[in-house]
């Protein structure tokens, strides 16, 4: 067999094709050749080809009954049909000049030497014809700028995040559509969403190559169990870390973990130390949860890298402040004392209780003047290498202007910077608030201490790879 | 002066008096008198009584000129006055046959020798007549059982959660508030908040030592940032946990986060390992964050102590099912791999790509039924000495009906001494079924894989506390 084609080679077929056509479009509710078919038509502008060979029609498209017979134009496939007939469709997307296929079917090597020897029959006829596939036993792609919603996503079940900076790749497709769902929940925009499956031809490498040179992803996630070409892992990660920050969830850290990694994905059960270095090596920002791989990745896609290790902590809660700075030490990050030049200038601007010496406590009697002044007079101090910023929206000096009022500063901290990260605690108004600060100064917020604490440090942890690298 | 009275005595005026006078009620809107006058008066259902010499009515309820002239029944005074003149309000509390006075009014300790000396008389008039003070410089008291809330929460501003089993106590003011608008937007209960302030006289202790007896109370969440009396806390503690859970969030763990602490409540920067080892030797929960404290309580008010290390897995999706894995080893606990036996009973009643071993992975392509099952075999088997459910309910065999089809086995688990806790990625859809998920069956629900098996570590450590106590 010929061999895997470099990394990144004809990846943008996924995420940019002229036309799609879907094989195996069902007409029935349910399906997967139904559902597919369903969102693309929704979200597709350009041309979307039902495959058919027992239908004239399907949701008001034209059917076709094969491939080979369907109109320009046309580079991408999405397949959804049973695991024995899926070569075939290869072949004949390969006939027919298309540049890529999606295989949403299953069946393939997760089953045993059967199905395994039908996935190599299907990279075969891929290389044959010099195309790529995504998959096998994958739960597509979804782009939403570029209007690609393949995948098998059951609307009104699964909530789709808008476009937005970080690009997120998962070996597993389950767990990627509960990530994308919760992330359109948090208010997450997302470049790319591939889902890897069984990785046949695709893999992480080719993901990772692409999306480096994508102008609309800033930061990657990226949710491995186990990578079968460890070198081409390797060469991919140190060509991508240098231009974009890469953050890797990688699950089976424990024995436990990867025995259940080789159930699910038949992942080899590598060791997690393994893994540990390489990511040291190549600068990739570890995650060890969902939850903390989109923490960091939207850290990283926001603000700039962290260029020293004295955090500034902002707040109008004196006992969130104490808990953050316990998290940044434990991160190995620093809160030091204020200088008394800075201290006597935050005692001019705030209120005579307020702490001055870091963290900076503007209390709850503040107004949102107040916090304004602290940030921008921390700023102005040059002692701060990144900022921690804790509002409570709870307390009656603070009101819904708050994000307006804050947005100039935090948006110069950014410019000369240093990144601000905050910290809210609350329901739904302070998050309804917290997200327009987000929007408004492109500042992340996280609920909880704990949370921006990490991201700060996945900032610093950036900075120093570009530090060694000669980056920064 | 007279002694501190033994912990817990008295306490209870609090949470269950039989009027309510305000000191220092305001007709004017934003004003700290005015704000708790108006709360009680929403929210209490015996009798408030505005104390304003300058005012015939507030809010039309007739205002009285002076404590001395409220009539009965009243045995607890809320007091919003300037600091001065606070010790001269609860000598009269004392005259007139008060039994327990919260001081919101700041101005004491936290400012100086002045406020010292002020708090000092505060403490004195107390003790003379025996009455409790909360406070001085605290946020309150909130009870939604017995409609009390004695707090400066501006209403509209600040989320309050309903009646369940989590007492909270919190040393800081605004982390307390904070934290309740977060747990109301969460759907956590709560049975009593209190917010010590200064702690002149009431203090963790003696809310431990009143909680341990109170039938609402499941569990104890308690913020702290220095305990002056070290050898009554212990006391307290040693009382408590063989009887009720406590969890407990000490601030201040870290150098930085002493030197805010110090600055935020005048905490002396004690050592953490000081209370690391009270904590072990008390049994207490240790938490490290904000939602850690709450993610603990919850799960030690709703699910039983887990009497052994060994944790079925029981997922939707394979993927968080490695990541599960991953984080109940880092802490502790295991996840072995099912008896033959029991396998191949689950693979009687489970699809045939399931996973068997453990996690047991049903697959994206289960229903409901299919869980239910697995969960059934799991509890049968004996094996598992406690449960990590996973559902997901993007795909398209899991319907809305899901916690009602888990509910019955759900809660015999819970009944047999089997804890269960549930990891939910996703959004809001997602989210509304897992509260379902939480209401009908006692199942706590997290987001993330890592806060779900975090919940089960707090459930072995305190049943292996229970165990060395005798108490299990």
Redesign the interface.
């Known amino acids: 067999m010929r061999p895997r084609p470099p990394a990144g080679s004809g990846v943008d077929v996924f995420f940019h094709p002229r036309g799609v056509a879907v094989v195996g479009a069902s007409r029935h509710p ?1 399906k997967v050749g139904h559902t597919v078919l369903l969102n693309l038509k929704r979200w597709f502008r350009g041309p979307v080809y039902p495959v058919n060979p027992h239908a004239r029609e399907i949701l008001g498209l034209p059917a076709y009954p094969s491939l080979l017979e369907v109109p320009d134009p046309v580079d991408l496939a999405v397949v959804a049909v049973p695991a024995p007939l899926v070569p075939r469709v290869v072949d004949e997307a390969g006939r027919r000049g298309l540049r890529g296929v999606i295989v949403l079917s ?1 069946g393939f090597r ?2 045993g030497p059967r199905g395994a020897a039908l996935e190599e029959r299907l990279v075969e006829a891929a290389r044959r014809h010099g195309l790529r596939v995504l998959g096998p036993n994958c739960i597509g792609v979804y782009s939403p700028s570029t209007g690609v919603n393949a995948t098998f ?2 609307p ?4 789709l995040p808008g476009p937005g900076p970080v690009a997120f790749v ?10 994308l ?2 992330a ?2 948090r208010g997450v925009g997302i470049s790319r969403f591939a889902s890897l499956g069984n990785k046949a031809d695709v893999d992480e490498a080719d993901l990772l190559s692409y999306l480096r040179g994508d102008p609309e992803t800033r930061s990657i996630a990226l ?1 491995v ?1 186990g990578v079968d070409d460890g070198p081409r892992f390797r060469g991919a990660l140190e060509e991508t870390t240098p231009v974009k920050p890469v953050v890797v ?1 990688k ?7 990867a ?3 080789a ?3 038949g992942s080899l059960a590598q060791s997690y130390e393994l893994y540990a270095a390489l990511f040291k090596q190549t600068g990739v920002v570890p995650a ?5 791989l989109f923490d960091l990745a939207v850290a990283l896609a926001l603000q700039p890298p962290m260029r020293g290790d004295r955090v500034a ?1 902002v707040t ?8 953050a ?6 991160l190995g990050l ?2 030091p ?1 204020l200088s008394p030049e800075t201290q006597a200038r935050l005692r001019r601007v705030l209120l005579p ?1 307020a ?1 001055t ?3 900076v ?1 503007v209390t ?1 009697s503040a107004t949102d003047e107040h916090l304004a002044e602290a940030l921008h007079v921390v700023l102005e101090s040059g002692e701060a290498d990144g900022i921690l910023l804790i509002p ?5 000096g603070i009101t819904g202007e708050l994000p307006e009022k804050l947005a100039p500063v935090l948006r110069r901290a950014r410019e000369e910077g240093v990144p601000v990260v905050a910290s809210v ?7 309804g608030l917290a997200r327009r600060l987000e929007e408004l100064a492109g500042v992340p917020v996280y ?4 949370r921006a604490a990490r991201a700060l440090w996945g900032l610093r942890l950036y900075a120093r790879w570009l530090e060694k690298t000669g980056g920064l």
Chains 1, 2 share one sequence.
């Open positions: 349910g299953a997760e089953v996503f059951v009104g079940r699964q909530g998962s070996q597993s497709g389950a767990l990627g559509a509960a990530v769902d919760w359109e929940a949710y169990e969830l699950a089976g850290r424990s024995g436990a973990g025995r259940a990694a159930s699910h994905t060890s949860s969902t939850e903390e902590v109008v809660g004196g006992g969130s402040g104490v808990v700075s316990d998290w940044l030490s434990s620093e809160v004392e209780l702490s010496r870091n963290p406590d709850g409570y929206f709870n307390v009656p605690t609350g329901g739904a108004r302070a998050w609920p909880g201490e704990a």
